[in-house]
Each structure stands twice: as C-alpha cells, then as structure tokens.
C-alpha cells in the first residue's frame, strides 16, 4: 500500500481546523502571523496537508502545556525547519566525508580541493597530491 504524501495540500481550512482540534480562525491568525501558511489554491482558498495540522497540533500544544508565545513558537518552527535543512545536507555530503582514505589537490588559486574516488584532479589544478587517511577510532 503505498504512503499518503504528507505534504499534499488536501484539507480545506474547516477540515484542518477540526483534525487539529482549533477554530478555522485560529488557522487563519496563524497563516497571518506566519506560523504555518498553508498553499493557496488559484481562487484564494487555503489547503493544508498533513504536515500542516501536525504543526497545528505542535503549536496549539507548546502554546497551551508549554506556555510559550506566538512570537516564541514562531522563532522555534523556524530554527526546527533550519536544523531540518542542515541534518538533510549533512546526509547529502556524508558519503564524502567518509573516514577512509581521501585525496585532495590545490586548484589554480591555492584551494584546496577534493578529488573524488576514482576520478583525477583536473588539469588546472596544482600538481600536488595529498593522501589522507584518518584516524579510526
């Protein structure tokens, strides 16, 4: 069975409010404020996708057991959508971070550069050649 996107805009504004537990207009305040802003179909019409109403709920819940203010809860989706962003970059570079033996080279400008496994450094880039190997642990 396959998975349902978590990010298709699917809900209108009174079917999120309800799967969240809050008024529509409460949606609406938090669009206004920026703290979940839903896509907008051609007409105007909000739609919110599952993730949507799972930050609904996270925000009524660090608003409500929490006791943290709007202005708080904004700073803190912003820092947690930042964080999600670097660990997924950190797994795009990870494999070429990996503690084997790495090969670099200077490029024409003194920078030191990465030679990839299999590959050769360009032609432009200075002759010499280093191998690292790091230290296992």
Known sequence: ??????????FLI????ELAGMHA???RQYDRLGLVVPRRRPGG??????RDVATLREVQRMSQKEGI???GIARILTLSKRVERLEAEVERLR???DLGSRVFTTGPSGN???????QRGRRDEGR??????GRSS
Do not use: C, F, H, K
Request: glycine residues 8%; charged residues 25%; without cysteine.
């Open 69 to 71: 203010n709007l202005a």
């Open 25 to 27: 207009q409460t949606l």
């Open 128 to 133: 010499g050649l280093v191998v690292w190997r």
């Open 95 to 97: 494999p070429r971070a």
């Open 112 to 118: 030191v550069v990465i030679v990839e496994r299999g």
């Open 45 to 50: 019409g909000r739609r919110y996708s599952l």
């Open 1 to 10: 069975m396959e998975q349902p996107d978590v990010d298709e805009p699917v």
């Open 14 to 17: 009174s079917a999120a409010a």
